[in-house]
């Protein structure tokens, strides 16, 4: 589903990605982990197209990110469902309204999109805000518009950059119940987050750890669980080289897992 | 079908977003197209007198007051045989002074008149060129064996079918096509620039509409539709204000020689007018938010 080979990035001279290698097969859930700045959303929007590949090379459900012209951007963006950090919502907008943009563009028949986006809204908890502007809502309640609207139109794929963020985390965890039951149904996801405890929630996912932009380890999230933060930085510091850069051939998602 | 009725709505709504500057595009757009439209009505009832004299010269012949009408009335029948006479309507004094009574409205009555008509017999005669001679020498040359003609008095070409209206027309048309196009240049660009305002207003919206996976023509549609909305506003209030100039205007020509009455543009231009200008505020949309 998704294959990333020594794919690098920069802003300007600064260089937010290096070096990046790793495979999701369909149906896999994969956790990037690493401080802020340590290049989780750059990866995700480069996987988007958001932004263009212009070192090394990326495909994701099918799509080869490095040589697809721009006017098929939105096909991939149709198999890919993206929940934003900054929610990426519309403030006049009713919570309906916003969820169902995404079935409005395929073109499906807005009494059809409405009553898919009702019964989607009742999972996520917002049945109630419906017709309410998003405008209105709170931080979390937004969080929670931008996963509905990411999973509405059944996507291949869902990339999710600190999808529970905003959340407690009693909501938190509700809202990976979601994720866990569409990766259930075969849906592949890729979610950035700082949270163990989110990560807990998915035992056997993968995790791949950023640090300034380089892969600095991958595992398996129920290895994380249990341990503490220090923990975990000394665990990443014994199975990373010494001088803190990845394996040659960038697979060290493979080599951890 | 049903999306694209339902962008094209979104369009014409989005139009309400910035009141004032829809407001002042399409006070712009009407008085360009008023200009252009302007331009047309001249041409077109320049172009309507020429066909109402069956693009043929006229002329009016005049006798002498008093002159033998049995000899005048021959005259009448050899001017009809004259080659590139095509129709000949003629007036003995007491129809002239009919004619003149009946133009002047009710109540006029000059039957006081009729033992001492001061009218002459006069003709009017549509002339057609032949094919092999010039306009010039043959007018010259039919002028000069008409006022040859015992009796006569003068002879009078209507002033629209001399050469230097024909001339004014060919410059007009030669015009014409430049002049329309740099008000159509002006269209677009006062149309593109508020549809860029629009998008401006709307760049959030697209942003996400680009990012959950719209096609660009999901989001250029309502803005096309918008600009092609107010070209055809701007264009009808400019036909508007066109019929309101040209009603005031109509009778300003209609007084001897030349009894022009100023008509309004004929139905095919005016929706030709309207439709032009709605597709050129389409593709100052189209340029404006093409990337």
Same mark, same amino acid.
């Given at each position: 589903?998704?294959?990333?080979?020594?794919?690098?990035?920069?802003?300007?001279?600064?260089?937010?990605?290096?070096?990046?290698?790793?495979?999701?097969?369909?149906?896999?859930?994969?956790?990037?982990?690493?401080?802020?700045?340590?290049?989780?959303?750059?990866?995700?929007?480069?996987?988007?197209?958001?932004?263009?590949?212009?070192?090394?090379?990326?495909?994701?459900?099918?799509?080869?990110?490095?040589?697809?012209?721009?006017?098929?951007?939105?096909?991939?963006?149709?198999?890919?469902?993206?929940?934003?950090?900054?929610?990426?919502?519309?403030?006049?907008?009713?919570?309906?309204?916003?969820?169902?943009?995404?079935?409005?563009?395929?073109?499906?028949?807005?009494?059809?999109?409405?009553?898919?986006?009702?019964?989607?809204?009742?999972?996520?908890?917002?049945?109630?805000?419906?017709?309410?502007?998003?405008?209105?809502?709170?931080?979390?309640?937004?969080?929670?518009?931008?996963?509905?609207?990411?999973?509405?139109?059944?996507?291949?794929?869902?990339?999710?950059?600190?999808?529970?963020?905003?959340?407690?985390?009693?909501?938190?965890?509700?809202?990976?119940?979601?994720?866990?039951?569409?990766?259930?149904?075969?849906?592949?996801?890729?979610?950035?987050?700082?949270?163990?405890?989110?990560?807990?929630?998915?035992?056997?996912?993968?995790?791949?750890?950023?640090?300034?932009?380089?892969?600095?380890?991958?595992?398996?999230?129920?290895?994380?669980?249990?341990?503490?933060?220090?923990?975990?930085?000394?665990?990443?510091?014994?199975?990373?080289?010494?001088?803190?850069?990845?394996?040659?051939?960038?697979?060290?998602?493979?080599?951890?897992? | 079908?049903?999306?694209?009725?339902? +962008? *094209?709505?979104? !369009?014409?709504?989005?139009?309400? @977003?910035? &009141?004032?500057?829809?407001?002042?595009?399409?006070?712009?757009? #009407?008085?360009?197209?008023?200009?252009?439209?302007?331009?047309?009505?001249?041409?077109?009832?320049?172009?309507?007198?020429?066909?109402?004299?069956?693009?043929?010269?006229?002329?009016?012949?005049?006798?002498?007051?008093?002159?033998?009408?049995?000899?005048?009335?021959?005259?009448?029948?050899?001017?009809?045989?004259?080659?590139?006479?095509?129709?000949?309507?003629?007036?003995?004094?007491?129809?002239?002074?009919?004619?003149?009574?009946?133009?002047?409205?009710?109540?006029?009555?000059?039957?006081?008149?009729?033992?001492?008509?001061?009218?002459?017999?006069?003709?009017?005669?549509?002339?057609?060129?032949?094919?092999?001679?010039?306009?010039?020498?043959?007018?010259?040359?039919?002028?000069?064996?008409? +006022? *040859?003609?015992? !009796?006569?008095?003068?002879?009078? @070409?209507? &002033?629209?079918?001399?050469?230097?209206?024909?001339?004014?027309? #060919?410059?007009?048309?030669?015009?014409?096509?430049?002049?329309?196009?740099?008000?159509?240049?002006?269209?677009?660009?006062?149309?593109?620039?508020?549809?860029?305002?629009?998008?401006?207003?709307?760049?959030?919206?697209?942003?996400?509409?680009?990012?959950?996976?719209?096609?660009?023509?999901?989001?250029?549609?309502?803005?096309?539709?918008?600009?092609?909305?107010?070209?055809?506003?701007?264009?009808?209030?400019?036909?508007?204000?066109?019929?309101?100039?040209?009603?005031?205007?109509?009778?300003?020509?209609?007084?001897?020689?030349?009894?022009?009455?100023?008509?309004?543009?004929?139905?095919?231009?005016?929706?030709?007018?309207?439709?032009?200008?709605?597709?050129?505020?389409?593709?100052?949309?189209?340029? *404006?938010?093409?990337?």
């Amino acid at each position: 589903m998704v294959h990333v080979e020594r794919l690098s990035h920069s802003f300007g001279q600064h260089f937010a990605l290096r070096d990046v290698s790793f495979s999701l097969e369909k149906g896999g859930f994969l956790f990037l982990n690493g401080p802020s700045g340590a290049g989780k959303t750059t990866l995700l929007r480069l996987l988007h197209g958001a932004l263009p590949v212009m070192q090394g090379r990326a495909s994701v459900a099918g799509f080869e990110l490095s040589t697809l012209p721009r006017r098929r951007v939105p096909d991939l963006r149709r198999e890919v469902g993206v929940v934003f950090q900054d929610f990426k919502i519309l403030p006049e907008r009713t919570v309906l309204q916003n969820v169902a943009l995404t079935l409005e563009v395929r073109g499906v028949d807005p009494g059809a999109a409405e009553r898919r986006v009702r019964a989607l809204l009742a999972s996520v908890g917002l049945e109630d805000k419906a017709l309410t502007p998003c405008g209105l809502l709170s931080g979390g309640e937004q969080q929670r518009v931008a996963i509905a609207r990411s999973m509405v139109a059944n996507p291949k794929l869902i990339l999710a950059d600190e999808p529970t963020g905003n959340l407690d985390l009693d909501l938190a965890l509700r809202l990976m119940d979601l994720f866990k039951q569409l990766h259930t149904y075969g849906t592949t996801i890729i979610m950035a987050t700082h949270n163990r405890e989110v990560m807990a929630q998915v035992p056997e996912a993968q995790v791949l750890a950023l640090r300034d932009g380089r892969i600095w380890e991958g595992q398996i999230a129920g290895q994380i669980a249990g341990q503490t933060e220090g923990q975990t930085g000394t665990a990443q510091a014994e199975t990373s080289r010494a001088d803190g850069k990845p394996d040659d051939d960038g697979q060290a998602w493979e080599d951890g897992a | 079908m049903g999306l694209f009725l339902r +962008l *094209a709505a979104r !369009g014409l709504r989005d139009l309400t @977003l910035h &009141p004032w500057a829809q407001a002042f595009t399409l006070i712009a757009v #009407a008085m360009v197209s008023l200009l252009a439209g302007a331009f047309l009505l001249v041409l077109a009832n320049v172009d309507r007198e020429l066909a109402r004299a069956g693009g043929q010269i006229q002329a009016q012949i005049y006798w002498r007051p008093g002159a033998n009408m049995t000899q005048v009335r021959g005259q009448w029948e050899d001017i009809r045989g004259m080659e590139g006479v095509r129709g000949l309507q003629s007036f003995t004094p007491d129809q002239a002074l009919s004619a003149l009574s009946n133009a002047l409205g009710e109540g006029v009555d000059f039957a006081w008149l009729r033992t001492q008509n001061p009218l002459p017999p006069t003709a009017e005669i549509q002339l057609a060129t032949p094919p092999e001679a010039r306009e010039t020498d043959y007018v010259k040359a039919m002028v000069s064996r008409l +006022l *040859a003609l015992p !009796g006569v008095d003068k002879v009078r @070409l209507n &002033p629209l079918q001399t050469e230097t209206v024909r001339t004014w027309i #060919a410059v007009s048309r030669r015009v014409l096509w430049p002049a329309i196009g740099f008000l159509a240049l002006v269209v677009g660009l006062v149309v593109g620039n508020t549809i860029k305002l629009s998008l401006l207003d709307r760049r959030d919206e697209v942003e996400i509409l680009h990012l959950v996976g719209a096609r660009p023509w999901y989001i250029r549609l309502p803005l096309l539709v918008g600009g092609f909305a107010q070209g055809l506003c701007g264009a009808s209030l400019a036909l508007v204000l066109l019929k309101m100039a040209q009603t005031g205007v109509r009778e300003i020509l209609n007084f001897p020689p030349l009894f022009i009455q100023i008509g309004f543009l004929p139905l095919a231009q005016a929706l030709g007018l309207i439709l032009a200008v709605g597709l050129v505020g389409a593709v100052g949309s189209y340029v *404006a938010v093409r990337d």
